[in-house]
């Protein structure tokens, strides 16, 4: 049987009154992507962002590493591995390539180092042609592109994508999921949250549904 990267169990989220999550267990595996649909408001941004560590669940377990732990105790060691992308991510005012190592700017490269990663990142997006644009002024489409190489290039071994494929046409929804396919043959863990459950053929490995709080 094949291990699983990372799993989350008994995630509970309540605010205020309202109890968002109930009892919401989540594997997940390397090279493998899930989807998760669910209607407006049913909880996916919480769920991702509390496997993120950026939202703090009301309880919940996390068995990586061959341990299990409370979330408060693990998250720590294992957010670092994690990438939560927000629907509309946030570019700089600046070009493709600076966006692109922009990620980098933490890790101890040397100048040279950095450029050729940038510069491999942006072949591997097809993204070389519009390296010295300045990346608000691009598409929708390829912005989305850039915030994934950004992540990309720094190695997580989780991506967690919200809502990406919205408001893109089909073209950009396809070289989008190309990346991503190449992302998960790489190794990479991913999740996606969509309202829109027949998004892509091919990316999808498993999907869970939000609902009343449970993941089915
Ligand atoms: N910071 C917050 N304070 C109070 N309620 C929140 C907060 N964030 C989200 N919610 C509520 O939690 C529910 C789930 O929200 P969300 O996770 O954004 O759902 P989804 O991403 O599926 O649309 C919604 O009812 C939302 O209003
Ligand atoms: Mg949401």
Known sequence: MIEPLIVFRGIKKNYANATIL???DIALYHGKCIL?????????????????????????????????????????GVRKEIIYLHQHPYLLSGTVESNVSYGLRFT??????????????????????????????????VQQRVAFTRAWILKPKVLL????????????????????????????SIVITSHDTNIIDGLIDSHFSLSDGKLD
Request: charged share 30%.
């Open 36 to 76: 998760l649909s669910g209607n407006n408001g049913s909880g996916k941004t919480t769920l991702l962002k509390i496997i993120a560590g950026l939202e703090t669940p009301s309880c919940a377990e996390i068995e990586f590493s061959g341990k299990s732990l409370s979330w408060k105790k693990a998250i720590q």
């Open 108 to 141: 101890h490269l040397n100048r040279k180092q950095l450029r050729d990663s940038v510069k491999e990142a942006l072949n591997w997006a097809g993204l070389a042609d519009v390296a010295k644009h300045k990346a608000k002024t691009l598409s929708g489409g």
């Open 161 to 188: 994508l919200d809502e990406p494929m919205a408001n893109m046409d089909l073209e950009s929804r396809e070289k989008a999921c190309d990346l991503l396919k190449r992302m998960k043959s790489e190794g990479m």
């Open 22 to 24: 109930r009892n919401v």
